[in-house]
């Protein structure tokens, strides 16, 4: 069997090496041009001539959770698309967006910012009942982010497009109970993949439907907020902050309005990593179903785009 690994982010260095640990009786390499014909894909970002290239595929394997930057390449017809389901990530999301919705509820910036000038004061404590929380996307990563924050005892609504039932969650499902979800949530969390009906969701009319004092936290994909909707409604008050691990070009180009603005605070997409060890024991047990005729989870449905 051979399995071709390709990151546009080029860490080959230690996934052939793994991959190659974890599939024995596989032979791993590099994809390069001209490679020979593979049974198996394991990439991130490729590019379009790997996939005209390998025309014997009998399964791709994307190494993230989003498959966005794969699913916008023209596709061999009929070959599974894999991709990353949890692997570690979704502990590390519910941390950094737990971290982002605490710091800003318990106004933790400002006494930062207080010690460090010689200043002793307390903050009015806030009504946690005045914090719902409202988070965009339900999945896999979704899901273990609202356990956490219904965990610290926020008010937490969930948004998905099949109807859903979480203790301790207040769900809606669909595009028209799109606005029902925004009025009833003051912080906004985006962890829905980008699609077709996604993209820009996160816009003027959008964010203006969020609780006065609204929060943004985007750990999804940059093309998901209008980053000029953003800037109008933290100037005109609406919104009093945002936490940001991903822009539509990154890294975050120099001189960027987001770049030192006082409401924003700004991390470089590092929300959840992939983890190489858990990715690859992952993948290697995926392969070993597929090839012994066995069903895989974390299908990516081509024309939802997820
Ligand atoms: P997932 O399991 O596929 O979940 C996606 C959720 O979004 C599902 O609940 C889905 O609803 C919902 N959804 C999709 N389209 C919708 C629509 N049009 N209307 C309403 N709801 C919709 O994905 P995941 O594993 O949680 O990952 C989510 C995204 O996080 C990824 O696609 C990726 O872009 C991003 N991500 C970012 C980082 C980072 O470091 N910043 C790391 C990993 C992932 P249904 O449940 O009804 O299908
Ligand atoms: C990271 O952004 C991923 O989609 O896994």
Avoid at 64 to 88: E, F, I, S
């Amino acid at each position: 069997m051979q399995v071709l690994y390709y990151s546009a982010d080029g860490d080959s260095a230690a996934w052939i090496p793994g991959l190659q640990a974890a599939l024995p009786q596989a032979q791993v390499s590099l994809w390069e041009p001209g490679a020979a014909q593979a049974d198996y894909a394991v990439v991130w970002k490729p590019s379009q001539q790997l996939l005209d290239e390998q025309s014997g595929l009998k399964a791709i394997f994307n190494t993230g959770a989003g498959v966005d930057a794969l699913v916008q390449l023209k596709l061999p017809a009929g070959v599974p698309v894999v991709r990353l389901d949890d692997a570690g990530m979704s502990v590390q999301m519910a941390e950094y967006v737990c971290h982002a919705v605490i710091r800003h509820y318990r106004e933790f910036a400002g006494y930062e910012a207080d010690m460090a000038s010689g200043k002793w004061s307390f903050r009015k404590p806030r009504p946690r009942a005045d914090f719902p929380v409202g988070i965009l996307g339900l999945g896999v990563l979704g899901e273990r982010v609202a356990r956490a924050l219904a965990h610290f005892e926020f008010p937490v609504n969930g948004w998905s497009r099949s109807a859903k039932a979480l203790d301790g969650v207040q769900c809606f499902a669909g595009a028209n109970s799109l606005d029902a979800f925004l009025a009833a949530s003051r912080v906004l969390v985006c962890l829905l993949p980008l699609t077709p009906d996604t993209r820009d969701i996160m816009n003027q009319a959008h964010l203006s439907r969020l609780r006065p004092g609204g929060y943004v936290i985007n750990v999804a994909r940059g093309a998901h907020l209008v980053d000029e909707d953003l800037l109008g409604l933290l100037d005109s008050g609406h919104l009093s902050g945002a936490t940001l691990d991903v822009f539509r070009t990154e890294p975050l180009p120099a001189g960027h309005p987001f770049w030192g603005h006082p409401k924003i605070t700004l991390t470089p997409h590092t929300s959840a990593r992939t983890l190489r060890s858990e990715s690859i024991a992952q993948i290697a047990g995926k392969i070993a179903a597929l090839e012994r005729g066995e069903p895989v989870a974390g299908l990516v449905d081509l024309q939802r785009g997820y």
